[in-house]
């Protein structure tokens, strides 16, 4: 909606400026029309005067108006009283009075090959107000309206004419073109904003790789610290113990307790082995997974906070799901970011009112999972940001646990969306093909 409005502005703004440079032009090309009508409408009004002063008493009057046949009447005597340079006879003609006589002029006559060519909405020649010339309509409510006296010392005659722009000649088809240039335009733009940001976006995940990695390590760290306490425990007592039966000529009772510490240490390096590997996750080949027993261990991890949140975890994974080719840490990892998201947006919900429901069935060519929560859902700008890396709700967190597990499922060709369920929570659904190909 505000691609189109911002195409719409810049349309009308373009397009504005398009036509009220047409309408210039039109203005300037009818304002030149009306000075070349006002020069030749001044040019026959002159020749009247000329005629006036040439006429004699021995002028033949028929002659005088086959050459000038908008000459009506000649009087050669002037008026007694003395009439005004211009008298108005009728409609369209008017005496033009000086000592030496006076001509009654047919106006419309006189000026028929010039009025008659002119394409002006409205034309009038008046004197002090009264019309001697009008054609076309009234011109009241036209556009433009030019008006200028002649410049005539006994013939001042008042010329206005109007006009209206000629729509039918406006530049159509640059308004059209002008509307599919800033489409294009903003087309460009957005496919601009969208490569720009998926790079971004492409670059944060490479970045959040990295951060996530170490953060395994140091996870897994910590695991390996609790797990190599064990077997170095029992080497040290199993040692201690046969240095004691050997210091007191007993070495034969140390035998088994070497060969216990020697078990031990093997024990070390097959949890070393299992650590080297997890560092290298992202390369771990496929093998068969089965996510109910994973989504299993994963409550099993977390069971601290959902004892303490009082969260009723149901599992709805049927037994008979077959198993998915995919790397096992990587399901659990992405399993441990969904439930751990569900934990986190129901803490504030009242004891024994949070629960996450999870549920899983099987396509004709894919395992559709679906993660469920009790919380009050996600916004508008959490529904469409929630997997771009560094975008979190919650104060203490780092926005990173969405993103990896959007990257973690893209890995395995899937795909994961999320929207607000019926009941008002947020529900993630994830999607794995069933067939996949190790990288």
């Keep these: 909606m505000l691609k189109v409005l911002i195409w719409l502005i810049l349309t009308v703004l373009s397009g504005g400026g398009v036509v009220v440079y047409a309408l210039h032009q039109q203005y300037e ?6 000075r070349i009508l006002y020069r030749d409408i001044t040019v026959k009004l002159s020749q009247n005067d000329v005629i006036l002063a040439l006429l004699s008493n021995s002028s033949d009057l028929t002659v005088v108006q ?48 010039l009025v008659h060519s002119q394409k002006f909405h409205h034309l009038s ?31 001042p005659l008042n010329l206005v004419v109007t006009n209206n ?56 760290a910590a695991g390996m610290v609790h797990e190599l306490n064990q077997p170095l425990t029992a080497i040290l007592s199993y040692s201690q113990t046969a240095q004691r039966l050997i210091a007191q000529q007993q070495a034969e009772k140390a035998q088994p307790l070497l060969d216990a510490s020697v078990v031990q240490t093997k024990r070390i390096g097959a949890l070393l082995l299992a650590f080297r590997e997890k560092l290298n996750s992202d390369k771990q080949p496929l093998q068969p997974v089965e ?35 995919a790397s096992p840490l990587g399901i659990e990892q992405i399993f441990h970011n969904l439930l751990n998201n569900a934990i986190q947006a129901q803490k504030e919900m009242p004891q024994g009112k949070a629960w996450v429901a999870v549920n899983a069935r099987k396509t004709a060519d894919s395992i559709v999972l679906t993660v469920t929560d009790g919380g009050p859902g996600l916004t508008e ?30 890995r395995l060709n899937g795909s994961i969306q999320v929207e607000n369920s019926a009941t008002g929570g947020a529900c993630f659904t994830v999607t794995f093909p069933l067939s996949q190909q190790e990288p």
Aim: charged letters at 20%; hydrophobic letters at 45%; proline letters at 8%.
């Design 29 to 34: 090309e009818q304002s030149t029309e009306f």
């Design 66 to 113: 086959q050459k000038f046949p908008y000459i009506l009447r000649w009087q050669s005597k002037p008026h007694e009283p003395p009439r005004p340079e211009i008298n108005p006879a009728r409609s369209g003609a008017y005496w033009i009075n000086s000592p030496q006589g006076s001509l009654l002029i047919d106006l419309p006559g006189l000026l028929a090959g």
């Design 125 to 155: 020649l008046s004197w002090q107000g009264m019309p001697l010339l009008i054609q076309g309509a009234e011109g009241k409510g036209d556009w433009w309206r030019w008006e200028k006296e002649v410049a005539s010392p006994s013939q």
């Design 165 to 220: 722009p000629d729509w039918r000649s406006l530049p159509w088809l640059v308004l059209v073109l002008v509307g599919i240039f800033w489409a294009l335009v903003i087309y460009f733009y957005r496919q601009y904003q969208m490569t720009k940001r998926q790079r971004n976006i492409a670059d944060l995940r490479a970045h959040f790789s990295e951060l996530a990695h170490l953060n395994a390590m140091g996870e897994i």
């Design 291 to 325: 996510l109910r027993q994973v989504w299993a261990r994963v409550v099993m991890l977390l069971s601290n906070e959902i004892e303490r949140g009082k969260i009723a975890v149901i599992n709805q994974i049927p037994e008979s799901l077959p198993p998915l080719m």
């Design 381 to 410: 700008q959490a529904l469409e940001q929630v997997f771009m890396p560094f975008f979190t709700t919650r104060k203490d967190g780092l926005g990173l646990g969405m993103a990896l597990t959007e990257t973690l499922v893209q």
